[in-house]
């Protein structure tokens, strides 16, 4: 769906992972932007996303990265959205707007609005997609549509800048939700965070298992093990701030699982079956309405 | 792939729930049964049998059902499979093979055993396969095509019935493998118990929460948690009985997983990302491993 009229003119992204090379393609294709400069630290991803059409041009230097750019998308991993704030700041022209992708949103805010100077506007952005690739060949046009953008600007933001970053989103094929940071933290530990740590956590569990025992856990994992090991693949540095990052969320609903499951591991031990039963009943009715949410 | 050679005249299923109206479906498809007598004690699951062609006839009765049977397989959750075996006992005719597809072997070895008359073979199996579905509708004849089917005869069982049950599952395009009920039950309590119990856990765990917040987590489910929640649809009596069970193997593991658990809860308490990141590195690596083996 080309359009004639370019949203922005010049836009920048920083760190060209999978998230950030499925935006290129996408911003690209649906002629969203005229100009794609990249900026990563890494030469060979650099390399790459010129071979992968992802970018106008590419460089290494943040200042010269950002001059021109209408809009700069940082998708490092949420731990260094601040080090690159600082690392752009200078060179950050009046008006410009400033987004981010990162699955924490109250941390990243604290971490980067404190080195903008006035003038530049800040529109915090999350994407919930994804896939267990990483790098910039494992992006691709199609990663965001159908799925959730979620914009947590703090009050205030200038809204030209939050219907600006809205209108990119829209047309990957997102759908645009506005949340409170906050809120957003405790929503993604549960849906997301969560479901990842323990995801992580079975898999290293059956790892250290002794070498007979394992190879079988990988010869008879489609018998649900798999499913985690799909999540527990993906990008380990990204996850590894996630959870450092959105830190009070994730241990207050890790409390409440690890309560939960000690419920039903009591009664596994007491032979309790009517206990597990009723959970087990009512986890089916979630799927459901999952189903019916059109999310499954 | 009909062929002209019926490996049985007559067979039993004794609960027509997924997976014996999959087998049902698969047996006759391929040729390898020539009569199907489908016993259950749900009337509407027998009306449904017949409607659906899943069996020759269908009856309430248990002595009724296998007395001409050549072989009898147990399909109920397994926590029945002892009373079934006693109820059918005084009714199979002798050199009868019983078999049964439970997700633990030691228990309803020990359960069904103890029932059978001289004369009658038993051969405990478990195809690994299913859906989050369940009841005589849910079967269909692939369900078991490229999936493990575990055996797990005792010392001493007839060499000539663990033959042609093991024909009888190849014929539905299971991968046979032969087992020790030990060690099996422990490779299922990693692989397959533990997963669906932290499943049922975590979406038990988001349906305790506030409703404003459960319809969030419903809402975003996408990022992680939906994955979850298609394990925690599994049939809720199956898998009371599976915990129920196979109780020792899956509080080991359990034990195992919990103290892994706590480890990167500490670990995210107190900032030590390169532990949080060793880790998810690990768990990238299994997941190469199941691709290799051909199981994603």
Redo the contacts between chains.
Sequence with gaps: MPTDSFIFDRITIIGIGLIGSSLALSAKKTGSVRHITVCDINKAHREEALELGLADETTGDFIEAVKDADLVVICTPS?SCGTVASAIAPGLKDGAIVSDVGSVKQAIIHDVAQHLPDGVHFVPAHP??GT?HSGPSAGFAELFEG??L?LTPPAGTDEDAIKKVSTLWERTGSNIEIMDAQHHD???A????????????????????GDH?KK???????????????????D??M???V??NN?EA??E??Q???E??TF??RA??W?E?DK??E????????????IE?N??
Tied chains: 1, 2.
């Design positions: 731990g919930i997609a267990e799925r959730w979620i405790m929503v993604l549960i849906t997301s965070h969560l479901p990842h740590l323990i995801a992580y956590t079975i898999v290293g569990t059956a790892d250290d298992l025992l079988e856990v990988i010869k008879f994992s489609a018998s649900g093990f798999r499913d985690f090991t799909r999540i527990a693949a993906s380990p540095v996850w590894r701030d959870f450092l830190k994730v241990l609903i890790l409440r699982f690890t939960d499951l039903l591991q596994i031990r032979g079956g597990l039963e959970l087990f009943k009512r986890t089916r009715k979630i799927r459901r309405e999952i949410a999310q499954a």
